[in-house]
């Protein structure tokens, strides 16, 4: 006798950092082209509806400090990623 049985997982954010944080390089510039192709793909309207829903909702579940620490976070990934100097 077979069963095949269906279930939905949706993972919860921290669940997902902990998934990334555990990648290899390798993977997570995969992930990061992965983003990449879905902003080429939708012709970059969905993708920037979902940034601007984000910028939103920024001010509404975080209060300054945090807001700013994910500001903070982002503009180091990218000087990382552009190879800016920074000191660690």
């Known amino acids: 006798m ?3 049985i269906s279930v939905d997982i949706a993972l ?10 555990n990648m290899d390089s390798e993977n997570q510039i995969s992930l990061l082209n992965y983003f990449v192709w879905r902003y080429e793909s939708t ?3 969905p993708v920037l509806m979902q940034m ?3 910028h939103d909702d ?5 209060d300054e400090d945090e807001r700013e620490n994910i ?3 982002v503009s180091e990934f990218l000087d990382f ?8």
């Open 2 to 4: 077979k069963r095949n």
């Open 12 to 21: 919860t954010p921290r669940e997902i950092e902990e998934e990334v944080w």
């Open 43 to 45: 012709k970059h309207y």
């Open 52 to 54: 601007q829903n984000i």
């Open 58 to 62: 920024l001010k509404v579940f975080c």
């Open 71 to 73: 500001i903070r976070l």
């Open 81 to 88: 990623l552009k190879g800016d100097d920074m000191c660690l």
